[in-house]
T-cell receptor, first 115, second 117 residues
Framework: KAGVTQTPRYLIKTRGQQVTLSCSPI?????VSWYQQTPGQGLQFLFE???????NKGNFPGRFSGRQFSNSRSEMNVSTLELGDSALYLC??????????????FGPGTRLTVL | AQKVTQAQTEISVVEKEDVTLDCVYETRDTTYYLFWYKQPPSGELVFLIR??????QNEISGRYSWNFQKSTSSFNFTITASQVVDSAVYFC??????????????FGSGTRLSIRP
């Protein structure tokens, strides 16, 4: 069974640009959650999608958005990039809602560098 | 407010020693889940365990064991006979309101564990 895949693995952007990250969950999983990991703030929840609907959102500005497609693949978008958006972005998939499921499976992450 | 505290920033032990990673949480909910994750140097988070707030039984899985005590709001993780491959950052996490649209996972700041050969 293929694991969670994230593309691209590495990305370099400049301030003001926008970026789209992609996450393909494990087949059969309907929930995709996104997390941001930085040395300063640690691991923070961004949002979760379940059956194409955003179920919950963390404390991030509106520049961070996402969506989920009918095949459960998810994308997250960050507009007007700032230096502080440099981070490892992790996505995780699960059969049910992330907070209520037995197991979450994480992808390798996308490392975004904003110059 | 919900909070997860991992007071130990870094721990270094010699291989084969036992080591305990502490996790203290705060929540107003009576129903919640607690988790432990491992993040090896490769960066990919690995789920280790989920514990329901109503189940205070200790859990043992091979060299890993978890001690959940509601009275002290702690969910500690012990590695017995540590190995170099156990070197990683370990995160404790809390999920409130499981099953609801308000459910989300809050992570502690992590404990970096180094096992010296």
């Amino acid at each position: 069974k293929a694991g969670v895949t994230q593309t691209p693995r590495y990305l370099i952007k400049t301030r003001g640009q926008q970026v789209t990250l992609s996450c393909s969950p494990i087949s059969g999983h309907r929930s995709v959650s996104w997390y941001q990991q930085t040395p300063g703030q640690g691991l923070q929840f961004l949002f979760e999608y379940f059956s194409e609907t955003q179920r919950n959102k963390g404390n991030f500005p509106g520049r961070f958005s996402g969506r989920q497609f009918s095949n459960s693949r998810s994308e997250m978008n960050v507009s007007t990039l700032e230096l502080g958006d440099s981070a490892l972005y992790l996505c995780a998939s699960s059969t049910g809602l992330a907070g209520d499921t037995d197991t979450q499976y994480f992808g390798p992450g996308t490392r975004l560098t904003v110059l | 407010a919900q909070k997860v505290t991992q007071a130990q920033t870094e721990i270094s032990v010699v291989e084969k020693e036992d080591v305990t990673l502490d996790c203290v949480y705060e929540t107003r909910d009576t129903t919640y889940y607690l988790f432990w994750y491992k993040q090896p140097p490769s960066g990919e988070l690995v789920f280790l365990i989920r514990r329901n707030s109503f189940d205070e039984q200790n859990e043992i899985s091979g060299r890993y064991s978890w001690n959940f005590q509601k009275s002290t709001s702690s969910f500690n993780f012990t590695i017995t006979a540590s190995q170099v491959v156990d070197s990683a950052v370990y995160f404790c996490a809390l999920s409130e309101a499981p099953g609801s649209s308000a459910s989300k996972i809050i992570f502690g700041s992590g404990t970096r564990l180094s096992i010296r050969p």
